[in-house]
């Protein structure tokens, strides 16, 4: 059965940090790449990070950037994303999903095979 776990989120300060994990089990984590999404109330989803899982090369939006990292440890089949300097409006439930093979963009929610429950981050002003 294949399975994608979020944990880590949580309800943290402007300015304050916290690390989500996506763990990952029931396929061969190697050959998939992850991205991390967000959706806020009353908004689409949206991509806030990837990492390839060819060449480890990392992608991020640019509300994101510079504030959010993320990486990938292949021996416990689990992706971090470390979130730094949070805002308010990063508050939303964030998602983990594994994509095969990205065609058009790592952005793209159609691109991904399988999808974790989401964990809820909220950042209080």
């Known amino acids: 059965e294949v399975q994608l776990v979020e944990s880590g989120g949580g309800l943290v300060q402007a300015g304050g940090s916290l690390r989500l994990s996506c763990a990952a089990s029931g396929f061969t984590f190697g050959d998939y790449g992850i991205g991390w999404f967000r959706q806020a109330p009353g908004k689409e989803r949206e991509g806030v990070s990837y990492?390839?899982?060819?060449?480890?090369?990392?992608y991020y939006a640019d509300s994101v950037k510079g504030r959010f990292t993320i990486s990938s440890d292949n021996a416990k089949n689990t992706v971090y994303l470390q979130m730094n300097s949070l805002k308010p409006e990063d508050t939303a439930v964030y998602y983990c999903?594994?994509?095969?093979?990205?065609?058009?963009?790592?952005?793209?929610?159609?691109?991904?095979?399988?999808w974790g429950q989401g964990t809820q981050v909220t950042v209080s002003s």
């Open positions: 990492i390839s899982s060819s060449d480890g090369r990392t």
């Open positions: 999903a594994a994509v095969n093979w990205v065609t058009r963009g790592w952005y793209l929610e159609y691109e991904y095979d399988y």
